[in-house]
Nanobody, 121 residues
Framework: QVQLVESGGGLVQPGGSLRLSCAAS????????MGWEREAPGKQRELVAR???????NYADSVKGRFAISRDNDKNTGYLEMSSLTPEDTAVYYC???????????????WGQGTQVTVSS
């Protein structure tokens, strides 16, 4: 089993910054892609950022230029650096990882428990 523990969420003012962390543990041979999704009440769940095992990143248009995704492969940890935050960024953020339990296995997706990010004055 793989467990993801998210941290770093909270209340910030518009224009502020926040850094989310996602630590993976358990039966991990290799982590393929990692990403962050978010879900706000009444809105569709969306992928906001994704990073490959090689470090290539992509972002939703709504966060491009403001968010930065990164990873520390030695620590099995991913990060999402958020800046210039607006109320539209308010959501529960979920980290995702694609994990190979053993060599050659097809990656299996896991989700964290979610961390609340609230952007408000």
């Amino acid at each position: 089993q793989v467990q993801l523990v998210e941290s770093g969420g909270g209340l910030v003012q518009p224009g502020g910054s926040l850094r989310l962390s996602c630590a993976a543990s358990g039966g991990i041979f290799r982590i393929d892609a990692m990403g962050w999704e978010r879900e706000a009440p009444g809105k569709q769940r969306e992928l906001v950022a994704r990073i490959t095992s090689g470090g290539s990143a992509n972002y939703a248009d709504s966060v491009k230029g403001r968010f930065a995704i990164s990873r520390d492969n030695d620590k099995n940890t991913g990060y999402l650096e958020m800046s210039s935050l607006t109320p539209e960024d308010t959501a529960v953020y979920y980290c995702t990882v694609a994990v190979q339990a053993v060599s050659g296995a097809i990656p299996r997706d896991y989700w964290g428990q979610g961390t609340q990010v609230t952007v408000s004055s």
